[in-house]
């Protein structure tokens, strides 16, 4: 026979569903025999075949029949009280939920019994599905009639009360549906509640449905306090319920648009509703905190106090003047002072802080946890609050800006800093101090957009006073307050003041100076953790410190207004100079002087003036060198660029003093350095130093000083430093160095000035032979010394000039021979360091290119007289007789050669010059001479031959010895 199940059970659906999609059988009471037959068929075989599907095929088919019963008899009654078709679905579920359940009763298997609960459950949520699922299709709370919420409410209750049976008693295997089946059961119940109370009318309203969705939370609570007061293990479920259902309507009080618009899409949205419901959310709050205290979730604590924070900011602006869509600003204010109510609350212990603990069951770490979490949530809708305030302040959002409004802007950002100091000074730490501080700046600052009680001009020292009275709250908050890089802080505050210095007030104005000192001030007296820098900021903070002198410094003296006019001036700049070598020189003193005692000077608090005397004492040196180049280089470059300039006289004091204090500290810092780059520098000064006085007396009073005074004024230094030769010779070598070599430069820049300057031959023979004369004293103790070759270079330059200017010659050979003998003697002077084949060579060469100049216009050229000859013979025996006298047989050698030649060619010239009978008898005397001296001297050589041979013997070794 199971071969007729499967169509029967086929028959049976088809039958059903023929049924359920025709509307004439729907309506006729004969034909809803089929459903039920059809749920009995399916029911049987299930039986037969054990079978769970058809099963809960056959509780489809019932559930349909009650369905279709329910519409065929009691539709048109329920439809009139306005009930909809899913309703009428529920009201058919329900009669299967009751059917089943006589079922369970008459027919008592344990299988029965488990499948009638599971498709018990199964009904009972899909009523209350299908009951919610109404209010989302048909919204309209305030239309909805009184008959809908009651079959609503019975309907959802009876679905609850199986779920409860299932919970307490669960069946075979539907322990792990505990959970479940007990939220089905308070889900429910929670329906019927809802249904029952707006059966009032008064709660069906926009204002008041918060209110009546809230009392399935009262009576959970109650519940729960009841189990955990019995005992009962339902309690945390009462307790779960209740708290799900406050953060629920807590919800749905936070987006009460979209809750108005679902619930009451017909009428319009009122902003007071907010207002209205907010006591409630103050309720649920504490309802929340105590389910908290029950043994609930820690975020029930965490949103119970959020939501007494948000419950009494609306419940306090529900006064109309408060409201903050109509007055942002008195709404701002309230936001604040309940910021700071709660804040003093939760710090300090009162009643009020009592008895939440207590009613929470919050201890001590729990609470500052919490307090933590709810302060900034406060902090942020202080400041959405104070923004909001801000719109209306200035004329955003629609609002209209008005002189009065505009000027409440600042106290508004004050009054949030305030709540940022308020919670710093109770959590100990100083970022809230930074927000706030940066909220005042705004504040200070708000006159430069809107109107504002503080003028525009005040600001500066507004934020000078805010700073100091920060460093004075500091010295007494600062061991409670958590360590802090006041760095920041600090570095925004000195930008801000700096921002007016520079932009509004101008560096130049009395303000910007006075404001920048006190800034500097401030500045200096920042703690900090070390004396020394540990870091590179802490590093540009403490040298930035150094700069305010000459800050100070340049800016007195400087007028901006006129720019050009400025950098043109020479006292801004010599100021500024003066200013950063004083710094420099001050950080050196420091450093040699004072810092062994200040190193031994105990300080408990170091500031930034500590670290900025670190940082001289260990690179005083340093910074004294730049300043000291700075200075310099900076003075040298104003006096060039204003060199035809007249100084007054406070510029050419500045001035030379500057040059003065300049070489006195060159030449501290070539004692401490070694360097002959120091002392060069030095005497760079002291030659700028009379400059700037010679330059100044040109430029006032042209006529007195003459360019024949700078060659005199040259020659009293070079005597000056030769006399203090011994002096200086006992000098270090760094020291020695610098002044000889001035010593040999002085001639040179004379005679380039003189030839500058168009002096004449007078001065410059003046200046040459003088500085001979005393080079020749210089080197007189020592043949070899350099200043001879300089002496006797200067000697043949004054010959030379000498010769060119005042005798006016132009021979080739008085020039030649000057210089030669210059070389000649410059060779005998250092023969002992040249070799004894390179002295010959060079006087061979030297010795030649004299005669052969002199024997040019002598021997070559018959333009010349005969007296050119005595130039040739004069200079030839000057060449023995110094051959004779030094013992050098090339000297003695080429001047009698030289001797020879130029008699025979003084002879020649002669003979040329007579007729021609007087150039034959002197011919034949000649010859006659010539013939009469070769014959007597060969007869005296025959008759006398050994003494002959002995002197020549004689002369032979006495030149031998010769060089």
Not at 168 to 179: N, S
Not at 607 to 626: E, H, K, P, V, Y
Not at 716 to 730: E, N, P, R, Y
Not at 840 to 864: C, E, F, K, P, Q
Request: charged share 15%.
């Amino acid at each position: 026979m199971e071969w007729l199940f499967a169509p029967a059970v086929a028959v049976a659906v088809i039958a059903t569903g023929y049924h359920t999609a025709t509307p004439a059988f729907r309506g006729d009471s004969v034909q809803l025999w089929a459903p039920y037959l059809s749920a009995v068929a399916i029911l049987i075989v299930a039986w037969s075949r054990r079978s769970r599907e058809l099963a809960w095929l056959a509780v489809s088919a019932l559930g349909l029949g009650n369905i279709h019963s329910v519409r065929l008899f009691l539709g048109d009654a329920l439809r009139d009280a306005e009930l909809s078709e899913i309703h009428l679905m529920a009201l058919g579920l329900v009669a299967t939920l009751l059917q089943l359940t006589v079922i369970r009763e008459l027919w008592r298997r344990d299988r029965v019994a488990a499948f009638v609960n599971r498709a018990s459950l199964a009904l009972a949520g899909l009523v209350l599905v299908l009951i919610c699922f109404n209010y989302v299709t048909d919204p309209g709370l305030a239309d909805i009639p009184w008959q809908r919420f009651v079959i609503s409410g019975v309907m959802a209750y009876i679905a609850g009360l199986y779920f409860r049976a299932a919970a307490r008693r669960p069946g075979h295997g539907e322990g792990p549906l505990f959970g479940w089946c007990e939220s089905g059961y308070h889900f429910g119940v929670t329906l019927a509640i809802w249904c029952t109370v707006l059966l009032i009318p008064a709660l069906r309203e926009p204002k008041t449905a918060l209110f009546a969705l809230a009392f399935p939370v009262g009576y959970f609570h109650a519940r729960a306090e009841l189990g955990f007061a019995g005992r009962s293990e339902l309690a945390p479920r009462y307790r779960d319920s209740a708290a799900t259902l406050s953060l629920v309507i807590v919800g749905l009080w936070l987006f009460r648009v979209a809750f108005h618009l679902l619930m009451f899409p017909g009428q319009e949205f009122d902003v007071t509703s907010y207002h209205a419901n907010a006591p409630l959310v103050i309720l649920l709050s504490v309802v929340m905190l105590r389910l908290h205290g029950l043994g609930g979730t820690s975020w029930l604590a965490v949103y119970g106090g959020l939501s007494l924070l948000i419950g009494s900011f609306f419940t306090l602006t529900w006064i109309a003047p408060l409201r903050p869509l109509e007055h942002p600003i008195a709404a701002a204010w309230c936001a604040i002072g309940l910021s700071h109510f709660w804040t003093l609350v939760s710090q300090q212990r009162s009643p009020l802080r009592t008895a939440v603990q207590r009613m929470g069951r919050i201890d001590g770490p729990d609470w500052f946890r919490l307090r933590r979490a709810w302060g900034m949530c406060l902090l942020i809708g202080v400041h959405v609050a104070a923004c909001w305030g801000l719109a209306e302040s200035i004329g955003f959002a629609g609002f209209a800006a008005t002189a009065s409004s505009e000027q409440l802007a600042a106290p508004l950002l004050l009054g949030t800093a305030s709540v940022l100091i308020h919670m710093g000074i109770i959590r100990q730490s100083a970022w809230y101090f930074g927000v706030a501080i940066v909220e005042i700046l705004l504040a200070l600052h708000a006159g430069f957009l809107v109107e504002s009680y503080l003028p525009r001009d005040q600001v500066v020292w507004a934020i000078l006073g805010l700073w100091l009275s920060g460093l004075v709250a500091w010295e007494f908050s600062s061991r409670r307050i958590e360590r802090l890089k006041l760095g920041t802080g600090v570095a925004i505050l000195a930008a801000v003041t700096m921002t007016h210095i520079v932009f509004h007030h101008h560096p130049d104005s009395t303000v910007g100076l006075w404001s920048f000192a006190a800034m500097a001030v401030l500045v200096a007296c920042t703690p900090r953790p070390n004396r020394a820098t540990q870091s590179n900021e802490e590093s540009v903070a403490a040298a930035l410190l150094l700069v305010v002198p000459t800050w100070l410094a340049f800016f007195s003296q400087a007028d901006l207004s006129d720019v050009p006019r400025t950098l043109a001036r020479t006292w801004p700049l010599l100021t500024i100079t003066a200013a950063v070598f004083a710094t420099g020189s001050l950080c050196r003193w420091f450093q040699a002087r004072l810092l062994t005692g200040y190193d031994t000077w105990p300080r408990t608090q170091p500031r930034l003036f500590d670290q900025t005397l670190s940082l001289a004492g260990r690179s005083g040196a340093i910074i004294n060198t730049w300043t000291l180049w700075y200075g310099f280089v900076a003075t040298v470059f104003v006096q060039l660029t204003h060199y035809n300039a007249v100084f007054e006289t406070r510029e050419i004091v500045l001035l030379c003093t500057l040059y003065a204090v300049y070489a006195a500290g060159w030449y501290f810092e070539g004692q401490r350095r070694r360097t002959i780059s120091t002392y060069i520098v030095l005497q760079l000064c002291v030659l700028g130093f009379f400059a700037v006085l010679r330059r100044q007396l040109i430029n006032t009073m042209p006529e007195i000083w003459k360019a024949e005074y700078d060659v005199w004024a040259s020659l009293v230094v070079s005597f000056g430093l030769c006399g203090a030769k011994q002096v200086i010779d006992a000098r270090p070598r760094e020291i020695r160095i610098p002044l000889l070599g001035t010593l040999l430069s002085l001639p040179l820049v004379a005679l380039i000035w003189v030839v500058y300057n168009k002096l004449g031959s007078d001065v410059a023979l003046l200046v040459v032979g003088l500085h001979s004369l005393m080079f020749t004293f210089l080197g007189k103790d020592d043949r070899e010394s350099p200043y001879n070759i300089v002496a006797v270079g200067g000697f043949v330059t004054f010959v030379l000039v000498f010769f060119w200017s005042q005798l006016e010659l132009r021979l080739f050979h008085a020039f030649v021979i000057p210089v030669g003998l210059g070389i000649l003697v410059l060779l005998q002077l250092f023969r002992g360091r040249i070799e004894i084949d390179t002295r010959n060579r060079i006087r061979l060469v030297t010795l030649l290119a004299m005669l052969a100049s002199a024997g040019y216009y002598a021997l070559v050229d018959d333009r010349h007289p005969v007296a050119f000859n005595l130039t040739l013979i004069i200079l030839s025996l000057v060449s023995m007789g110094l051959g004779s006298f030094l013992r050098i047989r090339l000297y003695l050698v080429l001047g009698f050669a030289t001797v020879l030649v130029d008699v025979v060619s003084i002879v020649i010239k002669v003979v040329r010059a007579a007729d021609q009978t007087a150039q034959r008898a002197t011919i034949g005397a000649l010859l006659l001479v010539i013939g009469i001296g070769l014959v007597g001297g060969a007869i005296y050589y025959k008759t006398r031959r050994d003494q002959v041979d002995n002197v020549i013997d004689s002369w032979r070794k006495k030149l031998g010895a010769w060089e």
